[in-house]
């Protein structure tokens, strides 16, 4: 009459204790996933805010350049500045410096120069922005298959551990299935932020690189401008 | 690094650290369903219980109480009655003797040490107190010699009223069967003795499988022909590789735990057992 009763309270089965009683491979497949998703948060706070800073401080630039009467005047103002629209405002002002300071002026290889000086920022700011972007892209693809090798290995460890007792009993296999799935857990947790944050991050980069090219057109358009008249 | 990514590092790692500690505490918070369950009784199943009178040792007769000797002053006037009363009481011994000895010898009574111990204290004589050990040899006795006897009339009876035996105020009662009590104990020393004789196969679905066995037993708690199997239950598809297995080791375990070592005064309670294996006997 006297039944088997496991107790299998929810203690057992808490993040902490699940971790606690895991192999240590397991644990090593844990341990990294949640220094991935550490990495991945931290990328995620700092990315974002970067981005909205430079989409912000970009539109009031650009509002002030198109506003500004002299070129020279705006440019002592922003030449030191971080933001990708003046770096590319810098690269621009500085091809034109560089190539009008002869008494001949060649317009057709001026036109060229400054327009690839300028692309040439673009490009680098672009690159300098979304520098960290492949580490999400990395631990987006890679984290799930981490966590599932955790969990493979996991449940290896749990059917030797069936083996050895002989016994089938759910009581027997629940925790180390438990917290073979655990791993999983952590790496789909660390995984799907990662994934989102790459492709909403990727999309806001190609914004702010379309508009430092329309921004370089522009700028590039009143230089040729500036050619036709001197 | 830059101070920013510092920053957004150190927000992250805390935040990770807060989800996890509330995980944590919202598992441990939550209600374990095994508390709210009521606490475990303890109860023995018994199908029949009460409206059957029983008694820790069914098969002894009750204490008797005799009177102290009075001597035979008091008795002086009485002896005729007695001595008519022999012929009377003649016929009936023939009924009550013959049938008893079979189930419950007069024997089983007299080692028991309180006894006669009793009877010394009261009286000294040993002739005495073999008379007084059983209705059935004090009757013999009283058939054979014929004589009249000692008084069994305590002080306080009405002087000769009778000379029947008076019944003990301090044994209870036999019993007509073992109660439900008994019973369970009696099958708790049974499994007690097959556990170790018990070794269930294991496989799938193996805790599933319940087989009943029948044995007849003797006296001395030996095996009476072949125990065989009842019925079994439990046979699913995966486990029917494992059926004979199980009644074989059923079979086996009982041959080996016999001679049973099991009280004698309840045989008729042990005679037949029935015992069921399954996994919690082995366990």
Do not use: C
Not at chain 1, 84 to 90: E, H, L, N, S, Y
Not at chain 2, 128 to 135: G, K
Not at chain 2, 255 to 280: G, H, I, S
């Amino acid at each position: 009459m006297d039944q088997l009763f496991v107790n299998t309270d929810a203690a057992t089965l808490s993040p902490v204790a699940l971790f606690l009683q895991a192999d240590f491979v397991v644990k090593a497949v844990m341990i990294g996933l949640l220094l991935a998703s550490i990495w991945t948060w931290a990328i995620i706070f700092a990315v974002s805010r970067k981005l909205k800073r430079v989409r912000k401080a970009g539109d009031s630039f650009e509002r002030d350049f198109w506003k500004a009467e002299d070129i020279d005047a705006f440019h002592r103002m922003h030449g030191d500045s971080e933001l990708p629209a003046a770096k590319v405002f810098v690269a621009g002002v500085a091809e034109w410096r560089r190539s009008t300071k002869g008494s001949t002026i060649d317009r057709e290889g001026t036109r060229q120069r400054l327009g690839t000086a300028m692309g040439a920022a673009v490009a680098g700011e672009v690159d300098k922005l979304s520098e960290r972007l492949n580490v999400l892209a990395t631990i987006g693809s890679v984290a799930p298959f981490v966590g599932l090798f955790g969990t493979v290995w996991g449940i290896m460890r749990a059917f030797t551990a069936i083996a050895a007792e002989q016994n089938s009993s759910l009581a027997v296999v629940a925790p180390g299935i438990a917290e073979a799935l655990f791993a999983t857990a952590i790496g789909l947790f660390a995984a799907i932020p990662a994934v989102i944050a790459y492709n909403r991050f990727s999309h806001g980069i190609d914004r702010i690189e379309a508009r430092l090219n329309r921004f370089a057109d522009g700028f590039h358009s009143t230089l040729s401008h500036e050619l036709e008249a001197a | 690094m830059e101070r920013a990514e510092k920053a957004a590092l150190g927000i992250a790692a805390l935040g990770h650290v807060a989800l996890f500690g509330l995980l944590s505490v919202g598992f441990l918070a939550t209600p374990n369903p095994a508390d709210l369950k009521s606490k475990p009784i303890e109860v023995s199943l018994a199908d029949d219980i009460a409206l059957e009178s029983g008694s820790p040792t069914p098969e002894a007769d009750p204490r008797q109480v005799e009177a102290p000797e009075e001597g035979p002053l008091e008795l002086a006037a009485t002896p005729p009655p007695p001595a008519p009363e022999t012929p009377r009481v003649d016929p009936t011994p023939p009924p009550r003797v013959e049938p008893t000895p079979a189930p419950r010898p007069a024997e089983r009574a007299r080692p028991r040490p309180e006894r006669p111990k009793a009877r010394e204290e009261a009286r000294p004589e040993p002739r005495r107190s073999r008379l007084d050990s059983s209705i059935v040899e004090d009757l013999r006795e009283r058939t054979k010699a014929g004589r009249p006897r000692s008084s069994r009339i305590s002080r306080d009876m009405i002087e000769g009223a009778t000379d029947n035996v008076s019944r003990g105020r301090d044994t209870t009662p036999p019993g007509a069967a073992a109660t439900p009590a008994v019973q369970a104990a009696l099958a708790a020393e049974v499994v007690r003795q097959l556990r170790p004789h018990w070794r269930a196969p294991t496989g799938p679905d193996a805790e599933k499988l319940r087989t009943t066995v029948r044995v007849a037993l003797n006296r001395n708690g030996g095996i009476i022909g072949t125990p065989e199997i009842v019925r079994q239950t439990g046979v699913t598809a995966s486990n029917s590789a494992q059926k004979e297995l199980h009644a074989e080791r059923a079979i086996r375990a009982v041959q080996l735990a016999a001679p049973f070592n099991l009280p004698a005064e309840y045989y008729d309670t042990w005679k037949v057992l029935t015992p069921n294996f399954d996994r919690n006997l082995s366990q």
